[in-house]
């Protein structure tokens, strides 16, 4: 027996983790063979391969090809098909002084419904794609998601109301369809409910992730409809308060319910070329279908559309089912955890098995726990030094070792905490080391005032929670209080995200009053039992929340892994009765050394540079033409530069690479070096007034994907209008305002502002187009171990214009 407690604590954990990762594994896709009302990955991958073949960003000539495809497809689906011309627009900073615009294309399909005064449901994807990527997955997988969710709806009964099949252009140069649909396209009038699809990786399942207001019966239907349903509400509160966006942010602007759905596995693909259709998963495909067809076939189906009712805590069980509950449900399972922790406190207690003290020294524990964790991790963190696209991508290369490996010192630095208050460990050098910790923190990227906090918080709880032993129980309930506090305070602050804190805490809650209920027995059979519930409690913990682990780190982890450490906090209430003889034995400092070492070996190779033809790093370099001044450069704005990407820059009579500025589009210092002038047609900039309006125009050069117009003036300039309607665009003295536009039209983009009565101003534009010069050397093929990423391999053209009046 007590063999089987030593070696519980490893057998959990193996099993638990094996759990949790087949529950993040996409299904199998189902093949064109399938029935024609069933989501078919098969089916589907045929518009991958059509569409994903090269990058088409907003634009390009590529993107006419895939609009084509859209349109054609859609119709011989047999739906109502339309294209919708607009501008979508967006701020690009704070201030108000930088403005994307985008002559976008949206796409519309609509299979009609029985009752076309209902409300409609939309369904909604983006068919464009960044500079560099063919995009098989952001956002193709969703488009090609869409079609045959369109067939196979058609293939059934006619639904009850009508289903909009949305692809809005312009979403990577900052939602610009969407803002042009949902701001001025009068269908957006008809629309009840949105489902949207979106993508940020090539691998594992989809989850719905972000959901309307009022969404309580909406995620009950969801519950009933969704095969392998992926969701939670701390993932969906958590997203509200990050600067991210999809499309689905416009709906959510416009008041509409509805659910959002990503997959963010094999990020390595994110945006750049690996994005290709023999790389895409199609399990992920196949997931996202089993998800999304069974929720719009009900919700088209339906007489009346979910109503709005409170929103609702929710969570999947390790991607087989999907459980919902109102806040007062919350609630009530809170009252219920404060029960079974105060009845397993009191029998404790009173049964001389712990002391007031000791309890209190295992929430000093808990916390300890928490915080050495994250201070280990958040070290980490700044040493891997992913702060920008470059560093990023070498990571993710090895994405799932930096998981095991952070993994396994967060879990390690859990057990070392619970190893040293089961043998009482002296106090001194962990709170010294702690206090080294976090100075170390800051021996990379600046002073680090998190780290210093968290060292120091750590030395303090050393203090507080080391220096004598503490029972199995103290640890144990201390653990259950502080995960309780926890609970209602985000109970309180945030329901949503309740559903990550209190099911570890009912289990482990559950496992204790069934301990304190039956402990104490001399029959080796009951005690035998428990151990056993114990392990399944514990393995069933760890699962769940290796699941919830994974993803979240997928999404945050690269940027702060001691996110990680709220993790291991949370299991190890259920760990504690299995840990706590293997921490008491001789064996629990040296399972504290074998987890760091292995989580240190794994974390250091996933750190070292390994860059393959299935893992490239990234190069960046355009070609840079001012023919006003007949000077030319070659360009790169990575931060890093390989030696592929020096010889480009400094071929074809390139002299002087270096890092430097040309202002006003380049105002950080970028690899440049003066290269051969060639001819490149410039765009027409013009600066001209005309009574008290002064009028700036660019007639962009042919092929021109999107153009940046700078304009800076002396004294102020307002009423801001482009090609004459109304714009929100900041002028102010002496600074540059900037209108960025995507797909402009080859007939000229004018900015006019009503000016004073006397002044100057400067004009500047930068636009790009696909491709090398004609007339330039074209630079060698990229080695397999680089892929481009950004505007490379295009030419960007200025213009000059000056005006006083």
Excluded at 87 to 104: H, K, T
Excluded at 652 to 657: A, E, N, S, T
């Amino acid at each position: 027996m007590k063999t089987i407690r030593i070696l519980g604590f490893w057998i959990c954990l193996a099993i638990g983790l094996g759990l949790g990762t087949l529950a993040q594994k996409a299904p199998q896709p189902v093949g064109v063979s399938a029935a024609d009302t069933a989501f078919s990955a098969g089916r589907a991958m045929e518009d991958v391969r059509a569409i994903a073949q090269r990058p088409h960003p907003t634009g390009s000539a590529e993107i006419v090809r895939v609009r084509d495809h859209l349109l054609t497809r859609i119709g011989a689906l047999g739906l109502e098909v339309s294209v919708r011309p607009g501008e979508g627009f967006r701020p690009y900073s704070d201030d108000g002084r930088s403005l994307g615009v985008a002559a976008v294309q949206n796409v519309v399909g609509i299979l009609p419904g029985q009752d076309r005064e209902l409300p409609a449901l939309l369904v909604m994807s983006h068919y464009d794609t960044v500079h560099n990527s063919p995009g098989a997955a952001d956002d193709t997988l969703g488009v090609a998601a869409a079609l045959e969710i369109a067939r196979a709806l058609k293939a059934g009964p006619v639904p009850a109301r009508d289903v909009i099949f949305l692809f809005t252009e312009g979403e990577e140069a900052g939602l610009l369809g969407a803002d042009a649909f949902f701001a001025r396209d009068p269908t957006a009038r008809k629309v009840g409910m949105v489902l949207n699809m979106e993508t940020r990786g090539d691998a594992g399942r989809a989850a719905m992730f972000q959901t309307g207001p009022d969404n309580g019966e909406l995620l009950a239907l969801m519950a009933r409809e969704a095969v392998g349903p992926s969701a939670n509400s701390l993932a969906s509160t958590v997203y509200e308060r990050m600067p991210n966006d999809t499309d689905f942010t416009h709906a959510l602007k416009a008041g509409l319910p509805g659910l959002n759905f990503a997959l963010i596995d094999n990020q390595l693909a994110y945006h750049t070329p690996l994005s290709t259709p023999e790389r895409l998963d199609q399990g992920s495909l196949q997931h996202m279908g089993d998800q999304v067809l069974p929720v719009a076939r009900a919700l088209a189906d339906a007489q009346s559309l979910p109503a709005r009712s409170p929103n609702v805590i929710y969570s999947d069980i390790l991607g087989l089912i999907l459980i919902s509950y109102s806040t007062t449900v919350g609630w009530a399972l809170l009252v219920l955890a404060t029960a079974l922790i105060g009845f397993v406190a009191w029998r404790a207690l009173t049964g001389g098995g712990v002391t007031g003290l000791e309890i209190v020294k295992g929430v000093a524990g808990a916390l300890l726990l928490l915080l050495a964790s994250a201070l280990v991790l958040h070290l980490l963190g700044r040493l891997l030094q992913v702060g920008d696209g470059q560093r990023l991508y070498d990571i993710l290369g090895r994405f799932d070792l930096l998981l095991l490996g952070a993994g396994a010192l967060g879990v390690g630095t859990g057990l070392l905490v619970i190893t040293a208050q089961a043998r009482g460990a002296r106090r001194i050098w962990p709170s010294l080391a702690a206090l080294a910790l976090g100075g170390a923190c800051s021996l990379t990227g600046g002073f680090d005032p998190v780290g210093l906090g968290l060292g120091v918080a750590v030395a303090v709880l050393v203090w507080a929670s080391l220096g004598r032993k503490v029972g199995v129980l103290g640890v144990w309930i201390g653990g259950l209080v502080t995960l309780l506090l926890a609970s209602l305070a985000a109970q309180i602050l945030a329901p949503g995200a309740t559903v990550m804190l209190v099911w570890p805490l009912l289990v482990a809650a559950l496992g204790a009053t069934l301990a304190m209920g039956l402990g104490g027995t001399r029959d080796r059979r009951v005690a035998l039992a428990m151990t056993l519930v114990m392990g399944v409690l514990a393995t069933l913990t760890v699962a769940q929340l290796t699941a919830w682990g994974a993803w979240t780190f997928a999404g945050i982890g690269l940027m702060e892994p001691a996110v990680l450490a709220v993790f291991v906090l949370l299991a190890a209430p259920a760990l504690v009765p299995i840990t706590f003889d293997f921490a008491e034995s001789p064996w629990g400092w040296r399972g504290v050394v074998l987890l760091a070492v292995t989580g240190l070996g794994l974390v250091v190779t996933a750190a070292m540079p390994a860059a393959s033809a299935d893992r490239p790093n990234l190069t960046e370099a355009h070609h840079l033409a001012d023919p006003s001044t007949g000077r030319a450069w070659r360009v790169s704005t990575l931060p890093q530069l390989d030696a592929w990407t020096r010889e480009v820059l400094i071929a074809d009579g390139g002299v002087d690479l270096k890092q430097q500025t040309l202002e006003p589009f380049l105002s950080k210092p970028t690899w440049m070096a003066e290269t051969r002038a060639v001819p490149v047609p410039p765009p027409i900039l013009t600066a001209e007034r005309s009574g008290d309006r002064l009028i700036v125009r660019v007639i962009p050069g042919a092929g021109t994907e999107v153009l940046s117009l700078k304009i800076r003036a002396s004294t102020a300039l307002h009423d801001p209008r482009l090609n004459g309607r109304p714009i929100t665009l900041v002028s102010q003295p002496d600074s540059w305002s900037t209108l960025t536009y995507h797909a402009p039209d080859p007939n000229g983009v004018t900015l006019s502002f009503t000016s004073e009565a006397t002044g100057r101003v400067e004009a500047e534009v930068m636009e790009f187009r696909d491709g090398w010069p004609i007339e330039a050397a074209a630079p060698p093929a990229k080695p397999a171990e680089l892929m481009a990423t950004g505007m490379s391999d295009k030419t960007a053209v200025l213009a000059h214009a000056r005006l006083a009046w």
